[in-house]
């Protein structure tokens, strides 16, 4: 552990984080929250945010896939996504879903420097419409294939390094 550089669960817990939290809106399945988990410890985000039936903690399958992540990164349960971002909004955090719409903004191009929340929707029916109209915008991440979805926990992968990437110094 001590050659590869990884904080212990006490250093992790002292860290400073991004200013950046994580919102899981009704995701099926606890192996993906679990991913998002380990993700957000991998780069220091602050908290997820978990809404509606998306599995939380304690639980089985997250501790399978998050390999303890879900003792190290803070998180809320709220029944609804409209009730999070009511919480973040009194913190002054900037919304953006991520999620393919018109005018949203390619991740590649997307570039922020306040406190920042991310949705991740379901898995078949990702960011419900109404949270979409609850956020300043929507960020899409370019896929140039014949699929144009991927995995919940693949594309947090892929938005929160890009996020962090631009932040760190």
Known sequence: MEELGRKTVDEFKRSEKFPIIVILENIRSAYNVGSVFRTA??????????????G???????????????DTVSWKYFKTSAEAIEDLRRENYMLYAVEQVK???SLQKFSMDQKLAVV??????????STILLCDGCIEIPQLGMKHSLNIATAAGVVLWEIVRTRIN
Not at 41 to 54: C, H, K, N, P
Not at 56 to 70: D, F, N, Q, S, V
Not at 120 to 126: A, L
Request: glycine content about 10%; cysteine-free; proline content about 5%.
């Open 56 to 70: 939380k903690p304690p639980h089985k399958e997250i501790r399978k896939t998050a390999l303890g992540a879900e």
């Open 120 to 129: 991740f929707g379901n898995e078949v029916t990702g960011v419900e419409q």
């Open 41 to 54: 410890d991998a780069f220091l985000i602050e908290a997820i945010y978990i809404v509606g039936y998306s």
């Open 103 to 105: 005018d949203s903004i």
